[in-house]
């Protein structure tokens, strides 16, 4: 299942470094713990709408940015959660794989 | 301010009704509460993230496409925000239109 605070949370982490900010300086920024900025970033918690908007002014990113990224992230994780079996499939070769041995053909051979 | 939980509510809410079907069959399908899906969809309350995938799946919509739809509302809304002086200003007219005067041009005419 999709985790939507973990995918905003990435997201949001993702920007700041960006910037090359500290979770105190954008914390500060948003006039949010440093603790709470720090979880929210991790996935841990839910931000409120209310905070997600303060964390997004602080890094002068618009909402709409980090739902439509999020958007395609989530996009991405539903066909692999629908496709399970494309994703774990592994092509299986001998250890060996000088040991295949091939059928010969010859030109003009008959089958 | 974008307050996001309104966004995501009344992009539920739509979907719910474009499907025909009641609050009731919704919130049994996803398992939560008749009054907590009605707040969700009104923007009263927060929904957890895995509630909000509960909801996405007894509407058979995927996440992915509620964000990106309201990543495009949220859009629209910040550029309003941004934007108040254009969202607000009016053309005024002249009550009697018939009464405004043009300069007359004249082919060959100079300036």
Redesign the interface.
Same mark, same amino acid.
Do not use: D, F, I, Q
């Given at each position: 299942?999709?985790?939507? *605070? #973990?995918v905003i949370g990435s997201e949001l982490r993702r920007r700041r470094q960006h910037q090359g900010r500290t979770l105190r300086e954008v914390s500060s920024a948003a006039r949010v713990s440093l603790g709470y900025l720090s979880e929210v970033e991790r996935g841990q918690k #839910?931000a %409120? %709408? #209310?905070l997600? %908007?303060a964390i997004c002014g602080a890094l002068d990113a618009?909402?709409?940015?980090i739902?439509?990224d999020?958007? *395609?992230k989530?996009?991405v994780m #539903?066909r692999k959660d629908t496709m399970p079996q494309l994703v774990h499939t592994r092509m299986v070769l001998p250890k060996d794989v000088d040991s295949i041995s091939y059928p010969r053909l010859r030109s003009g051979a008959r089958s």
């Open positions: 299942m999709v985790v939507l *605070r #973990e #839910e %409120s %709408s #209310e997600l %908007s618009p909402l709409s940015g739902l439509s999020a958007a *395609r989530v996009a #539903e």
